[in-house]
Nanobody, 125 residues
Framework: QVQLVESGGGLVQAGGSLRLSCAASRRTFSSFAVAWFRQAPGKERDFVAR????????DYADSVKGRFTISRDNAKNTVYLQMNSLKPEDTAVYYCATQSPYASDYLARTAYNYWGQGTQVTVSS
């Protein structure tokens, strides 16, 4: 079992920045790829970004490329999502999740086995 706790959400004006954190309860967290997803009201939970176990490889949804940066500090069992140039359409609950070692389609929610409780991000226009 891995427990994930997200933090750093809040209310920000369009064009502003936030940094989300995802802290894990176990040192084995460093063995997993980790992703951020987001879910807006009435919508599906969508992929945002992913980082491999070492931090050497990252992937982003087209909608956030160039604005968001995912990173990790395995010594602190934490993954971050730096969000810049925020837009009202970025408003959602943001979740972090660990990727199952047996799953290859990192864009799919089903590839992830442990999830945090989510943190709300609201961007005002």
């Amino acid at each position: 079992q891995v427990q994930l706790v997200e933090s750093g959400g809040g209310l920000v004006q369009a064009g502003g920045s936030l940094r989300l954190s995802c802290a894990a309860s176990r040192r084995t967290f460093s063995s997993f790829a980790v992703a951020w997803f987001r879910q807006a009201p009435g919508k599906e939970r969508d992929f945002v970004a992913r980082i491999n176990w070492s931090g050497g490889s990252t992937d982003y949804a087209d909608s956030v490329k160039g604005r968001f940066t995912i990173s990790r500090d395995n010594a602190k069992n934490t993954v971050y999502l730096q969000m810049n140039s925020l837009k009202p359409e970025d408003t959602a609950v943001y979740y972090c999740a660990t990727q199952s070692p047996y799953a290859s389609d990192y864009l799919a929610r089903t590839a992830y086995n442990y999830w945090g409780q989510g943190t709300q991000v609201t961007v005002s226009s």
